[in-house]
């Protein structure tokens, strides 16, 4: 029986894994492992790849090839770039396919998979670099290393193979029953023969075709547009090197299939010569367990893991016939990590707050933040079991900033200790669907679940008692298992930011800090929460640890020269007037951080030193004084101000910002750079995407 065929189409959102492959026969593969196939969804204009849409385990997987003909590394980037850019929820890609192996402890038919070694990433653009003089050539550039989530997952599923072994032959087995047309290419058979040719011993070339069992790796995309004489040729040969010497076979002993952990080779050529294998290998450190031609085009913008299946030894001897082969046994492999990644993990939400706090950590100022580091409520508050600190603070304090900034001290201590367990979440109002109460615990279990070596028990239980009938745990099910989860640690904190945009409808809010704080105390988790001070929160947090956020004058001022750059190059000959500009600026927001990024940037157009200091002089005029009324005040007329300078531009550049403003503020949730540039792109009454319109 084939994967099942599911009726109901997902969204583009609902995919969260990028499966990448460079040749047809791996696409088949690919497909072949699917749990589930799903229907199309409509095609994004400027999107011109072909996909294939299903579910292995828990996970919905987007699967994309290469056009056929089109190899390398740029292509192989154009293809993940356009997924990414169709499929906004896709959290780490696989390369999956073929490639060619360095002997002696790669065979045909193993797996190679790569992982960081000696200071390699786990992929190397062999033949990017420049050729110095004598003709040296030397590398250059580096690669970014496979997502931290992949390598855990690696290591649990090494764990699982040396234990249990692997479950490859089983997927093979499945294979075999569901698509019967597919076994006799892609499963092992009597007539692939692993043979090694002694690498200073080419092959004969009077016999146009070789096909001792070696064939074309994922190195070698391009064979697919040999001459059709040589595949009727090859076909003739009946699998043998029939002009090759057999005493310069390597002899060795039979075994079963492997699973390799190292450094593969990524270039823009075909290798298929043994000495020039080994001299790239040797340059390498010798640490090269594959060459192939597609993953250096992913790694720095496409987090993935590269998976190899070894179709041939990147010599003269190689051929085609075990392509189809090693293109299953590495899609196998990508099903079985699939299998052990984050299965639980997504099934209880989808949400992620990780990259919400790389953003707001990046957009801090260095140095700043450290007073709150520094206070004595926050070290009472780390020394002291079942400890709440409560921050409150007005609109464009930089309440989220510094909570960034505690999350990344929290978690600078979960290195040195990981027995201390972290977990976070960014209240925002317009994110309201996706943080409802049960949104919210699932989250929290599962970033806790995330620092586990392994999926606790708990977990495991909750899942299976659910996933057979395809429901949700309840409310009290998820406080339990987070319950139980908090006390593998020795000390837990939970943060929480902006805890007045948690919605009120249905006593989410209420609701929520009633589990927080009953799990609190049972567990004795730690609790940082930010929040507007509004009377009905903070009387909730009566009698905890209290801190106010302000901005501090030297943060505001660490701030401002930080970012004086921005300003005209006049100013930037004069340190008197920037210093004016600081000490006025620090004087007039009263801490209130946004303030000091509007002031400043409302003196970008001004174009004398007396327009300069006429702004200043304006800016304490309506200084906030005391008053929260009087500061939102200021803050609703700094807005005013940025709406005159918008006002006041051509009405081409005023059209674009009130577009670009409209979309921001009427988005269900943050867009990224490149949505928002798509969605200013589109016209009414047109049907795609002008790409001139970028």
């Not at 828990?58 to 770039?81: D, F, Q, R, Y």
Request: hydrophobic fraction near 35%; charge should be negative.
């Amino acid at each position: 029986m084939a994967a099942q065929t599911a009726t109901e189409s997902r969204t583009h959102n609902e995919y969260t894994v990028g499966w990448v492959c460079a040749l047809p026969k791996e696409l088949i593969a690919a497909a072949a492992m699917l749990d589930e196939t799903h229907p199309d969804l409509p095609r994004q204009p400027n999107d011109h790849n072909a996909y294939t849409l299903g579910r292995v385990g828990g996970h919905n997987v987007v699967v994309a090839c290469l056009p056929k003909g089109e190899i390398g590394n740029n292509n192989s980037a154009t293809v993940a770039a356009r997924m990414t850019s169709t499929f906004p929820s896709i959290k780490f890609g696989l390369m999956v396919g073929i490639g060619g192996g360095v002997p002696t402890s790669v065979r045909l038919g193993d797996v190679v998979v790569s992982t960081p070694t000696d200071g390699f990433g786990g992929v190397v653009q062999w033949d990017f670099g420049k050729t110095e003089q004598g003709g040296i050539f030397k590398r250059t550039g580096a690669l970014n290393r496979p997502p931290t989530e992949l390598l855990a997952a690696l290591t649990k599923l090494e764990k699982e193979h040396a234990m249990k072994g692997s479950k490859i032959p089983q997927y093979l087995e499945e294979l075999k029953k569901n698509w019967p047309r597919l076994v006799p290419k892609y499963l092992r058979s009597e007539s692939l023969k692993d043979v090694l040719f002694r690498a200073g011993y080419n092959h004969v070339k009077s016999s146009a075709i070789c096909d001792i069992g070696t064939s074309g790796s994922g190195a070698e995309g391009g064979e697919e547009e040999e001459k059709e004489e040589e595949e009727e040729k090859e076909e003739e040969e009946g699998g043998r090197c029939i002009h090759c010497e057999q005493s310069k076979i390597v002899r060795r002993r039979p075994r079963d299939m492997r699973v390799h952990y190292g450094l593969i080779a990524s270039g823009n050529q075909v290798i298929k010569d043994a000495a020039f294998r080994d001299e790239i290998n040797a340059r390498l450190g010798g640490k090269v367990l594959c060459f192939e031609m597609e993953a250096a085009g992913l790694m720095n913008d496409f987090p993935c893991i590269v998976i190899r299946g070894i179709c041939d030894y990147a010599d003269s001897h190689k051929n085609k016939d075990w392509q189809e082969h090693a293109a299953a046994v590495a899609a196998a492999f990508a099903k079985e990590l699939l299998s052990v990644h984050q299965t639980i993990l997504d099934w209880l939400t989808l949400i992620d707050y990780g990259p919400q706090h790389s953003d707001y950590f990046k957009s801090r100022q260095p140095g700043t933040g450290q007073w709150l580091l520094d206070s004595p409520e926050f070290h009472a508050w780390l020394e002291s079991e079942e400890q709440t600190l409560f921050c409150p603070g007005i609109p464009g304090a930089g309440k989220t900033v510094l909570t960034s900034i505690v999350v990344d001290y929290l978690d600078s201590k979960r290195q040195i200790d990981p027995s201390i367990g972290i977990a976070y979440i960014y209240c925002n109002f317009r994110r309201k669907d996706e943080q409802k109460i049960d949104d919210l615990l699932a989250s929290l279990l599962k970033q806790f679940i995330q620092e586990q070596s392994s999926v606790p028990d708990s977990a495991k239980t909750l899942y299976n008692q659910h996933k057979d009938k395809r429901t949700r745990p309840s409310l009290d099910e998820i406080s339990k298992t987070l319950n139980s989860v908090i006390s593998y640690y020795s000390t837990a904190y939970i943060v929480v930011d902006a805890l007045d945009e948690c919605q009120l409808s249905n006593g989410c809010r209420s609701t929520f800090l009633s589990n927080i704080f009953s799990l609190q105390a049972k567990t004795k988790a730690k609790l940082f929460m930010t929040s507007r001070p509004i009377p009905d929160i903070k009387e909730l947090f009566k009698g905890c640890l209290s801190l106010d956020i302000l901005a501090r004058d030297e943060d505001v001022g660490k701030y401002l020269n930080g970012h004086m750059s921005q300003l005209p190059t006049f100013v930037l000959r004069k340190p008197e007037l920037r210093e004016e500009i600081t000490t006025e600026i620090v004087k007039a927001v009263e801490g209130m951080f946004l303030l000091a990024q509007l002031y400043l940037g409302s003196l970008k157009d001004k174009t004398t030193v007396k327009a300069i200091k006429s702004s200043l002089k304006q800016f304490q005029k309506k200084s906030p004084g005391a008053s929260e009324d009087k500061k939102l005040k200021v803050l609703s007329s700094a807005y005013g101000q940025a709406m005159e300078r918008i006002n006041g531009q051509q009405a081409g550049f005023q059209l674009l910002a009130k577009n670009v403003l409209s979309w921001i503020t009427c988005a269900r949730r943050p867009l990224t750079t490149r949505e928002l540039q798509h969605a200013i792109a589109v016209e009414i009454n047109e049907s795609e995407l002008d790409e001139d319109n970028f």
